[in-house]
């Protein structure tokens, strides 16, 4: 071996090694004299050969920190991309003469990154290309969670230097249907009596529980006066008189029994797009006073009623993430507060919030008993109302049972926009009358031409005739 050869041999493992290990790209430039050379585009941390048609006997690099050069013989250079970035090298001949300048381009190595992605995210159509020392990908993904993903790897190889030009296909608005009923159930039922007495030497009261004989002379007169003594079917009293001997005795019995029935119900249907946050409210505004700084009073209004806030996100395919914020408030007039003049009712309120994933169509219920209060009382006069049997004329037992129960159904569906013509309201098929059809015939709606295709005819074929209101079984 030559001991020029040798040289070159030592030249290029030293070089090598300077390289960490990269090996040297199949790809060469070819710089011919008198042409315009190609812009050279080295990876970072990888090497490039560039070959010259004629030998050359100087090279230099503008900036030596963005690109290493070595030659490997008189026509062969080696270029090392050392960081992100431009520079110039320029190419002299024996006669100082200029052969070429060429535009080094150092970009970070992103083949090992496009690999990488493909196992990943095989099938995504995403573009990766390089910006100064930074990754950019686009394309469309077909979901969120594969758009996470593939930042997150990006991220692992250019840390804070990825821009996200990509977006998401498929359909990205959600329409939410919600349910809400509240019910709420009250019994109470009450027993009571009181006994009334006269006699020829004088006269005597009994009262008992919540009678309504009172003690008195007044009283237990009026408690024989038979225009006032109560009959059956009055509130629930039930009051009978008789005679034993010199005696008079009055016996009033109360007994009363109430049920209700409470059903409060919302079915709103919300549509937002991915990501986005959608409101609701049935209800109203409640006025509140409120004293500023400098002693003037302001008016501040609180929502009450049916309200909803939910923000849907649409993670991969037909699986929806869903944080949800439900409430069912009401005026509480049982409560109040009195101020500089005004009086403010508290507020009644039912509220609650989560998040969880579904997919489209599926539901979910919130669903439990509220409140569920129990009072059972019963009063007695001592000794009497111990006795057996006769003891119930001396005795009233109160018991009240209320009990509220709130249920939310939600329902979340993928949704895209539709035309216009394709939706109908129930109102479309109906006219205003003219001044005869109103005042001769007594008609409230027009008679018009009833469609006979598409969404309006559906709706025109309910009939909204006839009986209406509430049934309760």
Known sequence: MKMNDFFRACLLGTTLSVGFGAPVHAETLRVMSGTSSAPLNVPMNRAVVVESDQPFAELSIANPGIADITTLSDRTIYVLGKLPGRTTMTILGGDGKLISNVEVQVTPDIAEFKERLSQILP??????????????????????????RALDLANRYAPDRVSNLMTVGGTQQVMLKVRFAEMQR????????????????????????????????????????????????????????????????????EALESKGVVRTLAEPNLTALSGQTAKFLAGGEYPIPVLGSDSTVTVEYK?????????????????????????????????????????VNAFKKRQTSTTVEMRDGESFAIAGLLQDDFNDLSDQIPWL????????????????????????????????????????????????????ELFLFGKTAGSGKTPSRGAAAEVAKQDFSGSYGYVME
């Open 186 to 253: 009250s019994v109470s039922k009450n027993l009571s009596s009181s006994l009334a007495m006269r006699g020829t030497a004088g006269e005597a009261g009994i009262l008992s529980g919540t009678g309504g004989f009172s003690s008195g002379s007044a009283a237990i007169h009026n408690a024989f006066d038979s225009s006032t003594l109560p009959v059956a079917g009055d509130s629930g009293n039930f009051g009978i008189g008789f005679t034993a001997g010199n005696m008079e005795f009055a016996v009033l019995l």
């Open 303 to 343: 929502p009450f009623g049916v309200e909803m806030a939910f923000t849907p996100r649409v993670v991969d395919g037909d699986l929806i993430n869903l944080e949800i914020g439900a409430s069912v408030s009401a005026i509480d007039t049982t409560v109040t507060m009195s101020s500089g003049g005004f009086t």
């Open 123 to 148: 099938g995504e159509n995403i573009e990766v290309r390089t910006a100064n020392d930074g990754i950019v990908l686009s394309g469309t993904v077909s979901s969120t969670a594969k758009l996470d």
């Open 385 to 436: 109302g111990d006795v057996p049997v006769l003891g119930a004329l001396f005795r009233s037992a109160e018991y009240s049972r209320q009990q509220s129960e709130l249920v939310i159904i939600v329902t979340p569906h993928l949704v895209t926009p539709t035309r216009g013509e394709a939706l109908a309201l129930p109102t479309d098929r109906v006219r205003l009358p003219t001044e005869s």
